[in-house]
């Protein structure tokens, strides 16, 4: 209908990636920078994960579409014999439809919520998840000291909202399983400065190998793949070298020929993973690279199960050990 056209979530969305028109729904709420670079952000093809959390609000906001009214009953449909003009696919299929309309209207709201790595959830996300369990129990997993969010703060009041006054139960993990307790005392150095006052859990084991500090000459990507190759001696199994994402690439090319147990990747590709002994290349760079750059160090200084080796650069301000600043205790 040209007057009053139905709209759909992708639809408005799409919209929004026309900058004047975003600049006049949102006057006086978004900066014209901010319009800019919001409008920039939605030219392009396809869908992306944060999208979802988009659509899942427009269409919260919009309602359902309304259903297309119901045939009436045509009274030749009552003659005998008629109903044979249908086919079996044709009544399988009007099955189909009514039965995942019926899962689409049970599926808006879960009896119990389990959110894993619940440190990474936009607000946004939030708002969509919580949607879902305004009556449910729930289950919520994360560390915040790993969040990449850059503002925690405004994640744990969205977090909140979307729990609302039900009661809660708060268990602290206390023990690290991960990292031998050399490794775990320079990551509790940059955990620190990440989130002042938070407790690091204790680790259980020791291996009596302290980290190796380097610091990288004019040559970093073959001082890199140096490194790398003493750690693929040491351990028999996987080594990571994490560097800071523009780096990506880079780093793949330095370690080219090494094998497959050795594997490059930037920092926000480090959650989640473990290997057996890491280099985490310039830890200033990768602190520099986000708002929440301190934390996504403290994640890159502790994927090592074995050993650890930091090759710092003149960015680092290393001291004579090679210690770059942010990891001096």
């Known amino acids: 209908d040209a007057w009053w056209p139905e709209l759909t979530p992708q639809a408005v969305l799409a919209a929004m990636a026309d900058e004047r028109r975003l600049g006049r729904w949102a006057r006086r709420v978004l900066t014209p920078p901010d319009v800019r670079r919001v409008a920039r952000s939605l030219r392009r093809d396809g869908t992306s994960v944060h999208d979802v959390a988009l659509l899942d609000e427009l269409a919260a906001l919009l309602g359902p579409l309304p259903r297309p009214p119901r045939r009436e009953a045509d ?11 249908t ?6 299929a009007g099955g189909r439809r009514g039965r995942s309309e019926r899962l689409e209207e049970e599926r ?64 602290t993990l206390t023990v690290n399983y991960r990292n031998p307790a050399e490794i ?27 980290p190796r500090f380097e610091v990288a000459g004019d040559d970093l990507g073959a001082d890199v793949r140096r490194a790398a190759e003493r750690l693929l001696s040491e351990v028999d199994g996987t080594v990571g070298v994490v560097v800071a994402m523009h780096r990506r690439a880079q780093a793949r090319g330095w370690l ?74």
């Open 87 to 92: 086919t079996y696919a044709d009544r399988m």
């Open 256 to 329: 080219d020929g090494l094998g497959e147990r050795v594997v490059a990747l930037g920092s926000l590709e480090a959650k989640g993973l473990e290997y057996d002994a890491t280099v985490v290349v310039s830890p200033a760079e990768i602190a520099e690279e986000s708002p929440a750059g301190l934390r996504v160090l403290y994640v890159a200084l502790t994927r090592a199960t074995q050993r650890l080796a930091v090759l710092s650069t003149a960015l680092d301000s290393p001291d004579p050990a090679g210690v770059p600043d942010l990891l001096l205790p």
């Open 108 to 171: 808006t709201e879960y009896a119990h919520v389990i959110v894993d790595e619940a440190q990474d959830l936009t607000p946004m996300q939030w708002r969509m998840v919580g949607r879902r369990g305004r009556t449910a129990t729930w289950t919520v997993v994360g560390d915040p000291a790993q969040s990449s969010w850059s503002d925690v703060d405004e994640a744990g009041q969205a977090r909140d909202e979307a729990l609302g006054s039900r009661p809660r139960r708060l268990f």
């Open 75 to 85: 009274p030749l449909d009552e003659l005998t014999g008629l109903e044979e003009v």
């Open 184 to 210: 775990a005392e320079v990551a509790s150095t940059v955990l620190a400065l990440a989130m002042p006052g938070t407790e690091p859990p204790r680790a259980v084991r020791s291996t009596g190998l302290a």
